[in-house]
């Protein structure tokens, strides 16, 4: 089955066409980083206006690079939440008036499983069960991953998601937006050991986490450093990402032993960060586990993840009808 899968749930247009949910034909992303860095963080507004002028181009650049012809198009899947109201209207009612117009089924997808999905986009998925730690700008959460359709969320941040607190520390330390990738980039030239930040497990043996507090840390340093911080910048953002992957590595590999997953994976924008990445595989490594993550250009919003969501949730016999609305955010209880 070849699926057109469509993502606007924040500032990136993305479309992709991706066959049997897992192979990617085409993979398009538009980011809209230029029009929000003066503002240093997404205006709304301005997202879902670019999205309106961008949905369009990037649907055809992905048929095209796919090299598929409209007919081809065998089923729609499309973000349906959480994420900006605005943003996401324009990719769900693009795909629901394809979709009509083409007489062909369509699903929404949630994001935070689109993530999830971006794994078995790889050569070497993991097998069920396995634990997936999810750490993006707008979410931070370790999940038992059962089936393709069944997620447990067994934690998640009480406050700030991982990726926001990065971006909040580079905005403190004048670096711009997004800054995800300034810091771990800058990160490369610091000394990790020098300034120890708190690491906030909360309950060592429970996965929800607090990422607030870490951002306190660092406001105040830069505080009573204030002449000299500026030098120290490298340093910060070496310390402050040690601490905030600590905590990650260490609640995920701590989940993986509790339900006795041999493997598991982590997904979402912050999944980018080299250091994360190192430092699980280490500990992974160590304890006999095996880490999964996707390629850089899946950890990011991307269309080909939903695509992939929406393959199984169609075959399973999700299908969607017009009067299907998006949503902001999902109401979770721990499981
Ligand atoms: O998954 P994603 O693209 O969008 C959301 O669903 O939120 O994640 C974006 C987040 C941003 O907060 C960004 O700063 C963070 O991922 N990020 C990173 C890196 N690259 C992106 N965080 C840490 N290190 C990175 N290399
Ligand atoms: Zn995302």
């Not at 991706?18 to 990617?24: A, D, L």
């Not at 055809?60 to 796919?66: F, G, I, P, V, Y």
């Amino acid at each position: 089955m070849i699926i057109l899968g469509i993502e606007t749930s924040c500032d990136e247009t993305a479309a992709s066409v991706v066959s049997g949910g897992r192979k990617i034909l085409s993979s398009i992303v538009s980011s809209q980083a230029e029009i929000h860095y003066p503002y240093g963080g997404v205006v709304p507004e301005l997202a879902s206006r670019k999205h309106m002028e961008s949905i369009v181009p990037v649907v055809r650049k992905a048929m095209s690079s796919a090299g598929i012809e409209q007919q081809q198009i065998e089923a729609i899947a499309v973000t349906r939440g959480p994420g900006l109201i605005g943003s996401l209207l324009v990719g769900f009612s693009f795909a629901k008036a394809y979709a009509f117009a083409m007489n062909i089924p369509w699903v929404g997808v949630n994001h935070l499983e689109g993530h999830i999905h971006s794994i078995f986009l790889e050569p070497d998925p993991p097998p069920f069960p396995f634990i997936s730690l999810l750490a993006s700008g707008g979410h931070t959460g370790i999940y038992l991953v059962n089936s393709y359709t069944e997620m447990e969320l067994m934690g998640q941040t009480r406050d700030d998601a991982a990726g926001e607190a990065f971006d909040k520390v580079a905005k403190m330390l004048g670096l711009g937006y997004p800054g995800g990738k300034i810091i771990s980039d800058l990160a490369e030239q610091g000394n990790r050991s020098k300034i120890c930040f708190p690491r906030a497990y909360l309950e060592k043996s429970g996965f929800d986490f607090s990422f607030s507090g870490i951002k306190t840390s660092v406001s105040r340093f830069i505080q009573n450093n204030y002449s000299e911080y500026k030098e120290m910048t490298p340093d910060i953002a070496a310390g402050f990402q040690e601490s905030v992957v600590d905590v990650l590595s260490y609640k995920l590999l701590n989940a993986a032993a509790l339900k006795k997953c041999e493997h598991v994976s982590v997904v979402g924008g912050v999944a980018a960060n080299n250091r994360l990445r190192e430092k699980v595989e280490f500990d992974g490594s160590a304890s006999g586990i095996k880490v999964h993550i996707p390629s850089v250009a899946l950890c990011g919003d991307n269309a080909a993840m939903i695509a992939a969501a929406g393959y199984h949730s169609i075959i399973s016999g999700g299908m969607h009808d017009l009067n299907q609305d998006v949503f902001a955010r999902v109401i979770e209880k721990n499981g």
